[in-house]
């Protein structure tokens, strides 16, 4: 089983749609867990930070499940410019310091 | 200021061939990864330098690797000899404090290495 796995997608939505992607992690040590974006052929750049209590910035919201292993990211109002691959990153125990573990990310597509 | 900066931003090889990737870090940054995306796979952790000391080289896939921080500057990472496997994207990353705290590592735009 993958440490972090993602729903595969791609995910196709018109403009305004309300989207959300799930991912699962299988280390119930993990300590922190993020959404990363990546734009096509560039770098991973981080979207947000995901908190137990759940966390807002703006159209995107974040929630995380502890006893279900579970992550997810809801996209309110898609915007054109949300298209990209979102990656869901997981900080795991590592020997003497935290490593940052990759799933394989979800490509949303918003279109016109 | 500046970011992390990866060169070259593309390279093509031949199977047997040697290839070296540079990655420049924030200044400042002690805090220094590489990571690699294979195609179709996920970004995966190699190794982790803090100053110019290997913290963490456990995801460093086999020896034809090697990972260098002379002075905890740059950062060079050597692949000899190249194989068709090697084929993907270089990620470097670095922060100021340990990866531990997500939020704080920036990551350079990557090499993209084909090996033919």
New interface residues.
Partial sequence: R?E?EQDPGPFNVPEGATVAFNCTYSNSAS??F?WYRQDCR?????LM?VYSSGNEDGRFTAQLNRASQYISLLIRDSKLSDSATY?C?V?TP????????????TKLSVKP | EAG?TQFPSHSVIEKGQTVTLRCDPISGHDNLYW?RRVMG?????LL?FVKESK??E?GMPNNRFLAERTGGTYSTLKVQPAELEDSGVY?CASSQE??????K?F????TQLSVL
């Fill in positions: 993958k972090v300590q922190s993020f560039k770098e991973p750049k981080l930070s990656l990153v900080i590592r020997g003497s310091q935290g490593n940052l573990i990759f799933g394989k990310g | 992390v990571y796979k996920e970004i995966k952790f982790h913290q963490d456990s990620f340990a990866a531990t705290v997500g939020e590592l990551f350079g735009s990557g």
